[in-house]
């Protein structure tokens, strides 16, 4: 009886980690096609497998806690939350272009010098992040950027810009 109730929870875990294998499998097409438009700086190739509503809501939330970080009564906090959303449009327009993340492309060794990665190479830097997001990740590194599914299309939805040691080419 035990056995049978250990191959029962085995079978569970196996075809659970079998699924994330799968979106991770499957994410790795759009991440490679998100990565080559960033080295190649391919606007077009870059907008769509980017959600910009997404990392722009991302910045405005680091705006607003930021602004809740100062001390209560602080007119500037009052201030920084009334500018949070068109401020977060405008950094967003900004940084929201291949150009910014190509510390992170070159992290993953998507070079001019060097050959592209393949698909299994970028899944097995893929890693679940839970609500069936799956983030780009060297081993036991940080997460640098967060793919979400959006109909068949996995989609660029998040990043941690110390990280992805993000910054504007001048």
Same mark, same amino acid.
């Given at each position: 009886?035990?056995?049978? !109730? ?10 659970? !980690? ?153």
């Amino acid at each position: 009886m035990r056995i049978r !109730s250990l191959l029962a929870l085995a079978a569970v875990g196996v075809s659970l !980690s079998a699924c994330s294998t799968v979106d991770r499998f499957d994410a790795a097409g759009d991440v490679h096609a998100l990565l080559v438009a960033i080295r190649d700086n391919d606007r077009a190739g870059f907008d769509a497998h980017v959600d910009r509503q997404a990392l722009k809501g991302q910045i405005e939330a680091r705006l607003m806690d930021e602004a809740r970080q100062r001390q209560p009564g602080d007119k500037w906090m009052a201030v920084a939350a009334i500018l949070a959303g068109p401020v977060a449009d405008v950094a967003g327009e900004a940084l929201i272009r291949p150009e910014t993340f190509h510390a992170a492309a070159n992290y993953y060794g998507y070079t001019p010098d060097r050959p592209l990665p393949g698909r299994v190479a970028i899944a097995s830097a893929l890693r679940p992040a839970g609500d069936g997001r799956v983030c780009a990740a060297k081993k036991d590194g940080p997460c640098m950027l967060i793919f979400t599914r959006e109909g068949s299309t996995w989609r660029l939805t998040g990043f941690d810009p110390q990280a992805a040691n993000l910054h504007l080419k001048r």
